[in-house]
């Protein structure tokens, strides 16, 4: 099973809102009485929960946070006929794109969250923020939310994010490494599963081989060989990790899950890497396992 695309775009006090086809209603607006958050569990969820979405950019500003948006509207409501084998039925979230200053970043702010994801961020958003009233809550809530049995997804520039070692939880435990240099956008790659890894839930439905073109990240370092990291596809021509999840916190809790694509626009139409999106976002909150 392969996800399409269809969104509808409003623009809202300077922000995106976004209503997914057929929804009735706006996916940034607080969840329904029947929303609810993990809180931190790391039981089995199937409820609905609430995505919060960070887009601040501080440096470079990909013209594909829109579409990042768009896309997570779209998949948080998926119908259950179309959820990948296996999945909770009744797995649906909607999102709500956090403020530049950070205001969600709090315990109590993050309580209701079901899982964080970061749409082409950019910068040292949480330590070098002049927007952010204290760096140090911020930074704590999300080391605090993840580590205690929270969910988090990224995509492309959450690793080209805090880079000058000033949160080094986030690039050292969250995500493994940083941004060191990428291939120019557009150029040809193909992304393989890594043995083991072909039956993984984050994989389930998405071709073993892929080729597509993107702009390629690199990181600084090989996030493989970093404790806990599993890496779980490659880009062939040179072997550097394209995907890779993580369980980290106390008794492995919480989960992210993360992968070097989503430069452009056209990348969030494609079948397969929502498709992609849409397992590790469900592995992550626990609603997709083996």
Known sequence: MLLGAAAVVTA?????????????????????????????????????????????????????????????????????????????PGSRFTIHVATDDLADFTPTGLKDYGMLFWCPATGDVFSDNPRVESAATAMAALRDY???????????????????????????????????????????GTVQVEPGYVDHPVMRGVPPTWSVRDEWFRM???????????????????????????????????????TIRGHAPAVYREAEFRQLVLNGILWATRRLEQ
């Open 220 to 258: 600084n370092r090989d996030v493989g060989e970093q404790p806990g990291f599993q890496i779980v596809s490659r880009l062939v021509s040179d072997s550097r990790p394209a995907v890779w999840i993580k369980e980290l916190g106390a008794g492995n809790r919480g989960r992210m899950f993360y």
């Open 146 to 188: 993840v580590e205690g049995g929270g969910a988090w997804g990224g995509v492309h520039s959450a690793t080209d994010f805090e880079k000058t070692g000033n949160f080094p939880w986030y690039t050292d435990t969250l995500v493994g490494g940083y941004l060191q240099s990428f291939d120019a956008d557009g150029t040809p």
């Open 12 to 88: 809202c006090g300077g922000w995106i809102d976004l209503e997914p086809a057929g929804s009735g209603g706006q996916a940034s607006a607080a969840g329904s009485s029947g929303d609810a958050g993990t809180g931190g569990s790391s039981d089995a969820q199937s409820d609905p929960f609430k995505m919060l979405v960070l887009t601040t950019a501080l440096e470079y500003r990909h013209d594909s946070i829109t579409d990042c948006q768009r896309m997570l509207s779209d998949l948080g409501q998926t119908p259950d006929d179309q959820l990948p084998v296996g999945a909770k």
